[in-house]
């Protein structure tokens, strides 16, 4: 073991744990590329920016706390739904719209949090998986209020601060995704680096120690839950006011499943995890699509199976244990 | 003066198997017990139940004079009860110093804040690297845990437990596993806990029990089967035959 390494006190170990990384500035800085480099493509990147929000917050619960959802698009929905309607009849200002969405699908959160805290495993799974396939039918049948099948219709969001006007070409919907999930991002990098972050940390990697040191699990887990619903919210009433529409697709066990595949594909467990496999899930249905538009989930399987086998942290983790190798030589 | 934990005509089933049968025992403050009896005699199980990981069918456990029996394990750690496991039961991918100080964070009820560092809370890190350097741990504080050596991975059960704070701690076979040469370092660790402590520790090897426990219990098919100091425990002849002398002759 090596004697000499410079004298680091644990504080500053532990703060040394969430500096920003040079990496992360050109990640961030390459987000703004599609404004000049893909124009044609700016609905997509806003499509892009929206599920890594989702994926983000599916991230804080199964990623940092182990707590695996299937069900997690009832609160991506709740948030839709909630931000069309709000805008159909109180009105179409963005914020409040969306601070209503997020609010509603954290309100939604909370409650079923007190199930989820309980269970794991096999069970856990189903119960989400439960919750997901109700809050759709509930969405479904309520036709007077959702549309149903046919979707929410007569979304009309006011220009943004009053000025901005989402255009057909999607400049204000890029903008104000991209910059929601950033401040998400922020969010979320606080709460993992923080004594709660920790704590999430804790129950994923030793769920029974943690009531033998004191901790009352299920309150962490309740409370990790609700900010995740809460962020789900976010995105999918930003969803509803970029595309001024809410379907069903929105609430759906396809959603669901696809975030997982999402996170999985990227690397649970790491900030990062959630918005890369977004982006390579995203941009490969739009070009696998274009080939074959039935079929295109079959690559999606292939890539799946493939980074599951080799990576089993996602490609993230692969990508992090090639350039640790690499940087021991 | 009021004993540390008492358990008061405790029973369990698991079916028709009785693992616990009308334990009483008496823990006064600062002692150091011994419990032993020989393997499926329920030491494990009355450590689960004195910790509320499982519920006793009948009786009583009081900690500090207050009834804690129906008390989930969370609420009576922080009332001052904290245990170790026998098979290591860590935080693999968290390294010694997150543990520790995730279970400081626990006992100081800031373990819900979410929005500071977790590297600002200065007092709270410098306590558990002092709880780490006491334990000879503080050099591998950086290590994740499952790449620690077995050995240090028992002391770290110790440390979690210590960082809680508690006033009385069972140790269920802290030296499990660990090679004999080396499980003297892992009781040097015991013996220098605090005076104040409580502690009631599972231990198989009998020069161990002789040498740091004042007083010992025995456990036999979920049920008391003697109780004494040492020298007493050492001559009792039902003792010799079901546990001491078994052992001597294998």
């Known amino acids: 073991m090596a004697t000499s390494t410079q004298p680091v006190t644990p504080q500053l170990w532990l703060r040394q744990q969430c500096r920003w ?26 499509q892009i920016a929206i599920t890594a929000m989702f994926a983000l917050s599916l991230d804080l ?32 200002e963005p914020f409040t719209g969306l601070l209503f969405g997020g609010l509603i699908a954290g309100i939604a959160g909370y409650i079923t949090s007190f199930i989820v805290a309980r269970f794991r495993h096999l069970t856990l799974i189903m119960i989400t998986l439960g919750i997901g396939l109700m809050a759709h039918e509930i969405a479904n049948k309520a036709h007077s209020l959702t549309g149903g099948s046919d979707g929410l219709q007569g979304v009309k969001i006011q220009p943004l601060f009053g000025v901005f006007k989402f255009d057909l070409y999607g400049y204000v919907a890029y903008s104000y995704s991209l910059a929601a999930l950033f401040i998400a991002f922020l969010a979320v ?13 804790g129950i994923r990697e030793n769920w029974t120690r943690m009531p033998a040191i004191g901790a009352d699990r299920p309150a962490h887990i309740r409370k990790a839950y609700t900010i995740a619903a809460v962020l789900a919210g976010f995105a999918g009433a930003i969803l509803t006011q970029t595309t001024q529409s809410a379907a069903l697709e929105s609430i759906s066990f396809g959603r669901s499943a696809d975030v997982l595949v999402m996170l999985v594909l990227g690397g649970a467990g790491r900030l990062y995890g959630g918005l890369i496999g977004a982006t390579i899930f995203m941009v490969a249905r739009d070009q696998f699509s274009g080939i074959a538009p039935q079929y295109w989930y079959f690559w999606i399987g292939v890539l799946l199976i493939v980074v599951v086998m080799f990576m089993p942290n996602g490609i993230l983790g692969g990508l992090s244990y090639i350039y640790a190798r690499w940087r021991r030589k | 003066m009021t004993a540390a934990l008492t358990t008061a005509g405790l029973n369990k089933k698991f079916g028709s198997l009785v693992v616990a049968n009308n334990i009483n025992i008496t823990l006064p403050q600062g002692v150091r017990y011994a419990l032993i009896g020989p393997n499926g005699a329920g030491k494990t199980t009355l450590i689960n139940l004195m910790t509320g990981m499982l519920a006793p069918d009948q009786g009583e456990i009081t900690l500090g004079g207050e ?11 922080q009332r001052g009860l904290a245990r170790t496991f026998q098979i290591n039961t860590l935080f693999p991918g968290l390294n010694a110093l997150e543990a520790v100080t995730l279970a400081i964070n626990e006992r100081e009820k800031v373990s819900g804040q979410f929005w500071k560092n977790v590297g600002g809370y200065s007092a709270i890190i410098d306590e558990a690297h002092a709880i780490l350097k006491r334990l000879r741990l503080g050099d591998a504080c950086y290590q994740q845990t499952r790449e620690m050596p077995y050995g240090r ?6 440390a979690l437990a210590l960082a809680t704070r508690p006033k009385v701690l069972l140790l269920d076979e802290p030296a499990a596993g660990v090679p004999q040469e080396e499980s003297g370092e892992v009781f040097e660790a015991v013996a220098g806990l605090s005076s104040d402590l409580t502690l009631l520790f599972i231990e198989h090897d009998m020069h161990v029990v002789f040498r740091f426990a004042s007083h010992i219990i025995v456990l036999v098919g979920g049920a008391i089967f003697a109780e004494g100091p040492p020298s007493e425990i050492s001559q009792h002849p039902g003792v010799r035959e079901v546990y001491l002398g078994k052992r001597k002759h294998g």
């Open chain 1, 21 to 46: 990384h040079p990496l992360e500035i050109v990640f961030w800085l390459s987000t703004l590329l599609p404004f000049f480099l893909f124009p044609n493509y700016l609905s997509l990147a806003s």
């Open chain 1, 61 to 92: 619960i199964l990623g940092y706390a182990g707590v695996v959802s299937l069900g997690h698009a009832a609160f991506f929905g709740i948030g839709a739904y909630g931000a069309g309607l709000f805008s159909i009849h109180v009105w179409g």
């Open chain 1, 189 to 201: 990098r606080r709460i993992v680096n923080s004594p709660f972050g920790l704590a999430l940390r």
């Open chain 2, 67 to 77: 009834t804690i029996t129906t008390l989930p394990p969370q609420q009576r750690v």
């Open chain 2, 153 to 158: 991975q028992r002391l770290l059960e110790i």
